[in-house]
């Protein structure tokens, strides 16, 4: 199937694209949102009015070329209900209620008015945790695709859980449980989402996650940021409750298919990125280890202090992001000790608030990437050919950390101590393991490997650029229809 440039005399469609307001889900709804353009696809990217602030803060901290790249997307803003200048809150409940009540009507507002200018909305793309924008939808007669920001893997576990077909084995050796679910290997307790695990803390974000398939049904398409090279087995086995089609990894075209050379940068950082590429030219002869946490999880100061201590001792060069938001109580305590930490090892290291990712870890001074195992770095890690050292924190990393270490073979996992602590020590040991041992050249290689499927997927002709192209000429279909 051509793209829609190939066919002048339909009109095209638009569609817009809703991610959850939060860096992880923005991202890969973003990257899908160029796909779709350089379908010849109108767009239009949702996010709230607080979250478009703090992407005009971060701007001037990101590559010109983002200006470019997106260019093209047309970007809306509803309310969530909040003032811009409210207070951080973790009252989940609270927030999804608001986006949900207020987010909802002034979306049905926005939707009306795209509608009036004269280029109706062909189809609505919402992340599956925004699963009322599929009754917005249909109140307005629109196609709608339900897009999971997690691995399939994932996907099929929280469904069934949510759907009550879970096989446990309580008498499973060391007593740790088995979880026995089709397509995917066997799976103890602290392989499944920490929001499954008896220790969760967050019921409220349990409830979003599994609530999400309460309309799953409804949708017209159900999209998945992977690839069928890269989890097969788990994609076959859910076929039959749901069909779900890969349309990844969604990454930066430039650093995996080439299509589009310009896009480099996702676009939509919360945060200012450091310049950081000149200082990792400056290394091509002493391989870095990148270490990143995401955008979410806030480490302890105890668990920093550690991987402070293992990096410094591994005597490798590093590049460490750390966002500015440690609570009050261990604000002044951890800054002064990463000031120490800075001025020992400035000519080993160095330790930025915030930076592009996707350019780092494709730099060819990079040597391995120590992660939290989210599910966009899992993806940015398969498709730029690095192994990884894992060091999961909650939610569904867990499971990304199983399937990396003993499914795709590609990294290895911190022992972790008591109380989730992993030693200094072991931070340097594991280090060493992947930038000089043997182990960490078989890890590499399995990871070019992926790094090859990956490019095949989004290539034109892949797996998921079908996917695309099909979705793609469903969307015109219906539009024709209606």
């Not at 809703?18 to 990257?31: C, D, I, K, R, V």
């Not at 909305?121 to 999971?148: E, Q």
Request: hydrophobic letters at 40%; aromatic letters at 8%.
């Amino acid at each position: 199937m051509g793209s829609l440039d190939q066919q002048p005399e339909i009109k095209r469609p638009h569609v817009v694209v809703f991610p959850y307001p939060s860096q992880g889900h923005m991202n890969p709804l973003m990257e899908f949102a160029k796909r779709l353009v350089c379908k010849n696809l109108h767009v239009t990217f949702i996010t709230t009015e607080r979250i478009r602030e703090r992407m005009i803060k971060a701007q001037d901290g990101v590559a010109a070329e983002v200006t470019t790249v997106l260019k093209d997307i047309r970007i809306e803003t509803i309310s969530d209900g909040r003032s811009p200048d409210c207070e951080a809150t973790e009252d989940i409940d609270m927030i999804v209620d608001l986006l949900r009540k207020v987010g909802g009507l002034t979306f049905e507002q926005l939707i009306e008015r795209l509608n009036s200018e004269g280029n109706k909305v062909s189809c609505i793309v919402y992340d599956s945790l925004l699963n009322w924008v599929r009754d917005i939808a249909n109140k307005f007669n629109i196609p709608s695709a339900f897009f999971s920001t997690q691995s399939c893997a994932v996907h099929s576990i929280y469904y069934h859980f949510y759907a009550g077909m879970v096989k446990e084995n309580d008498e499973a050796e060391n007593g740790r449980g088995i979880i026995a679910i089709p397509g995917l290997p066997q799976l103890c307790q602290s392989d499944l989402s920490s929001f499954l695990q008896p220790s969760n803390k967050y019921e409220p974000v349990l409830r979003m996650v599994l609530n999400q398939f309460s309309t799953i049904s409804k949708a017209t398409w159900i999209l998945g940021n992977s690839f069928n090279e890269l989890e097969m087995a788990e994609i076959q086995s859910i076929d039959s409750l749901i069909q779900i089609r890969t349309i990844g990894p969604l990454v930066p075209s430039a650093f995996l298919d080439g299509n589009n050379p310009q896009d480099q940068d996702v676009g939509t950082h919360l945060w200012k990125a450091a310049s950081c590429i000149d200082w990792l030219s400056t290394k091509k002869a002493s391989p870095v280890v990148y270490v990143s946490f995401g955008s979410v999880a806030v480490l302890s100061k105890e668990k920093i202090i550690e991987i402070a201590l293992g990096l410094k001792a591994s005597q490798h060069s590093f590049l460490w992001v750390i966002r500015p938001e440690h609570s009050k109580e261990e604000e002044n305590d951890i800054h002064d000790f990463l000031q120490g930490f800075c001025e020992e090892t400035m000519d080993q290291g160095l330790v930025v608030s915030w930076c592009p990712q996707i350019a780092v870890l494709n730099h060819p001074s990079m040597g391995m990437f120590l992660t939290h195992c989210g599910w966009n770095s899992t993806l940015e890690s398969l498709s730029s050919g690095l192994p990884v050292l894992t060091f999961s924190q909650w939610s569904d990393q867990m499971t990304n950390s199983k399937y990396i270490e003993e499914v795709w073979r590609t990294g290895i996992r911190l022992n972790k101590e008591r109380h989730g602590l992993v030693g200094r020590d072991e931070v340097e040991k594991s280090i060493k393991t992947i930038m000089e041992g043997e182990r960490g050249v078989d890890l590499r290689k399995n990871a070019l490997q992926w790094k090859t499927l990956a490019k095949k997927a989004m290539v034109k002709g892949g797996s998921s650029d079908q996917n695309i192209d099909l979705f793609v000429h469903e969307v015109i279909a219906k539009m024709t229809l209606a």
